[in-house]
């Protein structure tokens, strides 16, 4: 994703505080038409979108007020990765159920399963 319309919600942000505000880089918000474009790219490679993800950078890998409330459909599974230091980044994945509530799902790494 490339198409970062942020600004464009920026009165959305604003209801969960001065974070947006102070810090420029944070909240990355496709447009339309780039989530048009991934969507028909994986319709028409008979693919099936499984989740989606995000980073966050000064922050733990936990699943915010703000990104549950963004995120697109119960069906998706919310992958999020933590780059607060890149050596040691960390991942966590969860699932954001009807009514907000959010479960943390398993994460294997391939070298822990084999």
Do not use: K
């Not at 028909?40 to 549950?68: C, K, M, N, W």
């Not at 995120?71 to 907000?100: K, T």
Request: one cysteine or more; a neutral charge; glycine letters at 4%.
């Amino acid at each position: 994703m490339a198409d970062n319309v942020r600004d464009t919600w920026s009165d959305r942000f604003s209801r969960y505080g001065r974070y947006f505000e102070d810090h420029a880089d944070a909240g990355f918000v496709s447009s339309p038409q780039e989530a048009y474009r991934v969507q028909r790219y994986i319709r028409e490679r008979g693919l099936h979108a499984v989740g989606v993800f995000h980073s966050h950078q000064r922050h733990p890998a936990l699943l915010t007020s703000v990104d549950a409330d963004l995120h697109p459909s119960p069906d998706l599974w919310h992958l999020i990765v933590m780059l607060r230091n890149p050596c040691y980044p960390q991942v966590r994945a969860f699932r954001v159920e009807p009514g907000q509530r959010v479960r943390e799902i398993n994460v294997i790494t391939y070298e822990e399963a084999r």
